[in-house]
């Protein structure tokens, strides 16, 4: 994989090596509040593990599943952070996308990698409009994107619902015994995708024997996160990428450098709308069904929590931490209800506590964004 | 046009009819129209009006407070206070542990709003003082310490050590159950409080009453000097300063004021509906509020009394006409989706406004 600590945005301190004391001992204490939020997950996760006495066989083959399911929606974060929008809560829009691309090659009857592939193709229109609406959004209002985004999911999800629930069947041809409802109209509240189910993660069939059973090893699903990092870290390189980056540092600043900032936001959010559609494809070819009115509605929630817990920040996040942050949030999401059941007798508990746990990483992340933005302003 | 020759001092017509429209917002008219039409679709197909219009005023009734909720954030310059379910939080924990203690009748409700209060006074002062350490973040910040907070106490709902076997339940014999039902207890007290009929329309008087003693108060401490020195705080924050106000306080009075609100909100709403909903229940009510504060007129940083009244039963009305209208039009629930656009387009809209900022 590439290397995983290369920052998007400029790290907060300089590096040690020709620092004075004093700011050396700045940067260790900087390093380790950094890493304190890590550290304290992985603790909690031990916990619930030693808790639950969990096999490490059960945890690689979980790992496995949930890691290539979710790290391509965790990494679409990366480029509205560096420009300076914060968490795009609007990757739920992408998601949505996602879907209705899914939902068509379903009908379509094209199975297996084609159908995957068709699935990616029939998105990126889709989501580039989601992505510019938005964007357009995000530019009216400035210095509330990351609520906007929140309520803009929200309302894409009515606007799905119409769609999906009223339109098709009715104004939209469909005629599919197997996805409409009884009545004829309207989309049943799950839809099968066995068309595309695991064809990105069989693409290259690899089985290995782990604890006496075959484990699927995502070899192919596992290639393209490598390249999504690969992207993220070149795009950085790019003209575009270092416009991004001193929008994100200073968009007065870098407006007064003749950088298109309102131009720029929209790309930037576009990237991040089609990155999340794919993600949200590679999510379904893994489940192989999809709940048509609720599979996209925490998508975002979780991918921005699992990017935090990594010590990640509104703004600053690194592919690194956006790996990392994917493998401990769905430890602890595995983990916390057999621990819950483990300790409590109850997984309920267990369930509620993950979920507390998800809100709570996120309001922690704000609080102190927010903070500290206001004690330097 | 025929208006060319107009007099200089008059405005046209025309422009008149566009400054108009923009001082309501396309958006309000719109959702005015929707409900006219799905009145008139109410008149044309022979539907109870009568019923229609007193279930939309008993729920405009049972929201109202929660609505009011907001407006003193607005006043207090913390904008729209999405962290209404931690006030709305401690009003479930009073009505729990009044439950729980089987107090009844009406001093079972005065003590739910008693506990109400006291826990929502501690809560809004953590709440206020959080939101003056992440100014401009304020919207973010109360979101998802509400998510935390309600999703947080789902926990202390299995956990928490309620014993009366109405609540609990009934195989494990602990933890709250998802819905507890108040009939017997204080179920509909204050709606049927002095109710009377007019036309075949019952009015809930009670909850109407303290809707307006809600908002009397409201609207009464806004003119003590307690009140005005929030919203001047809120409007020229330095030269409150300059006259000895610190905006740090008039905000956290401000924020406490509004969980205050929403714990009494809840247990005025819980009597009226007839139940507690617990567990996730709580978690995206402050997002009807904010759109029935919205469509009354107010702004991110602008509301008063009126806003909240007219918004409530505009919104209300429409939540409650919608379901049995487009039954009759359209098979299925549309209305749910309808109540999703509405809510939603309507808090995006005052969102993006550019005067706002």
């Given amino acids: 994989m590439a290397t995983p600590d290369a920052p998007v945005t400029t790290p907060a301190v300089a590096p040690p090596v020709a620092a004075p004391r004093g700011a050396r001992g700045a940067a260790l204490r900087s390093v380790l509040a950094r890493s304190a939020v890590p550290v304290l997950f992985a603790i909690l996760c031990l916990i619930g593990i030693i808790a639950a006495r969990l096999t490490p066989e059960f945890l690689v083959r979980e790992m496995l599943v949930r890691f290539s399911r979710n790290a391509v929606l965790v990494l679409s974060l990366l480029i509205p952070i560096l420009a300076g929008l914060g968490l795009n809560f609007g990757i739920v829009l992408g998601a949505m996308a996602g879907q209705i691309a899914a939902i068509t090659v379903t009908y379509w009857k094209v199975p297996g990698v084609a159908g995957f592939g068709l699935a990616c193709l029939l998105a990126v229109p889709i989501a580039i409009v989601f992505g510019i609406a938005t964007g357009w959004l995000f530019n009216r209002a400035r210095g509330r994107e990351m609520v906007t985004g929140l309520i803009a999911g929200f309302f894409a999800n009515g606007l799905y619902q119409l769609l999906f629930l009223f339109a098709i069947g009715t104004i939209i041809p469909f005629a599919d015994p197997h996805m409409v409802l009884p009545q004829g109209w309207g989309l049943r509240n799950t839809v099968d995708l066995f068309g595309i189910q695991y064809a990105m993660d069989d693409w290259l069939r690899l089985r290995v024997d782990l604890g006496g059973s075959p484990v699927r090893i995502p070899l192919a699903s596992f290639g393209l996160i490598a390249l999504f990092c690969m992207f993220n870290l070149f795009f950085l390189r790019t003209k575009l990428g270092q416009e991004l980056r ?42 192989g069904t999809m709940n048509t009115y609720s599979s996209h509605e925490q998508t975002g929630m979780f991918a921005i929590a699992a ?27 595995v983990v916390s209800p057999l621990a819950g059941k483990a300790l409590a007798g109850d997984a309920q508990i267990g369930e509620y506590f993950r979920v507390f746990v998800a809100y709570a990483v996120i309001t922690v992340a704000l609080v102190l964004h927010a903070w500290q933005k206001a004690r330097r302003g | 046009m025929a208006d ?28 005015a129209v929707f409900l006219v039409a799905l009145f008139g679709i109410a008149v044309a197909t022979k539907m109870d009006i009568a019923s229609l219009v007193g279930d939309s005023l008993l729920r405009a009734a049972r929201n109202g407070i929660l609505v009011l909720a907001l407006l003193p954030a607005i006043q207090g310059g913390v904008g729209l206070n999405f962290g209404l379910p931690i006030g709305v939080i401690c009003g479930l924990v009073g009505c729990v ?32 003082w959080l939101l003056n350490r992440t100014r401009g973040q304020e919207m973010m910040v109360g979101t998802y310490l509400g998510f935390a907070v309600v999703s947080g106490m789902s926990i202390f709902w299995i956990a928490a050590p309620f014993t009366n076997p109405t609540l609990v339940w009934a195989i494990a014999g602990r933890g709250l159950r998802t819905t507890l039902t108040v009939s017997g207890v204080y179920d509909k007290l204050l709606d049927r409080l002095w109710s009377f009929n007019v036309l075949g329309v019952s009015i809930p008087t009670g909850t109407l009453l303290i809707f307006a003693l809600a908002c009397a108060v409201v609207g009464l401490f806004f003119r003590t000097r307690a009140g005005i020195t929030i919203a001047a ?26 969980t205050v609100l929403a714990a009494v909100g809840i247990v005025v709403f819980a009597q009226s509906y007839g139940f507690l909903q617990l567990y996730t229940a709580p978690l995206l009510m402050a997002f ?9 007129g107010a702004s991110v940083t602008r509301a008063t009394l009126t806003h909240v009244v007219i918004g409530t039963l505009l919104f209300q009305s429409i939540l409650t006409v919608a379901l049995p209208v487009t039954s009759q039009v359209v098979q299925g629930d549309i209305s749910e989706t309808a109540r999703l656009i509405i809510q939603n387009g309507m808090i995006l809209y005052a969102l993006t406004r550019r005067s706002d900022r």
């Avoid at chain 1, 990017?307 to 956006?322: D, E, F, K, M, P």
């Fill in chain 2, 288 to 296: 009807p509020a904010v759109a029935c504060l919205l469509i009354g």
């Fill in chain 2, 4 to 31: 060319v020759v107009a007099p200089a001092d008059r405005t046209p017509p025309l422009v008149m009819l566009q400054e108009s429209i923009r001082e309501i917002g396309i958006p309000r008219l719109l959702i």
């Fill in chain 2, 97 to 128: 542990i009044t439950l729980n203690a089987a107090v009844t009748g009406w001093t079972g409700l005065g003590l739910s709003v008693a506990l109400a209060i006291a826990l929502a006074i501690p809560a809004g002062l953590a709440y206020g």
């Fill in chain 1, 246 to 287: 001193a929008m994100g540092q200073d968009a007065h600043v870098a407006a007064t450098a003749g950088i298109r900032v309102d131009r720029n936001r929209v790309i930037a959010t576009v990237l991040s709308t089609v990155f999340a559609a794919w993600g949200q494809l590679f999510f379904l070819q893994n489940m």
């Fill in chain 1, 307 to 333: 990017l935090l817990v990594s010590g990640a920040t509104v703004s600053r996040a690194t592919v690194g931490q956006a790996l990392l942050g994917t493998l401990l949030f769905h430890t602890l999401f």
């Fill in chain 2, 233 to 258: 705080a809120r409007s020229n924050p330095r030269f409150a300063r300059a006259a000895g106000i610190s905006d740090e306080r008039t905000r956290v009075q401000a924020t406490m004021f509004s």
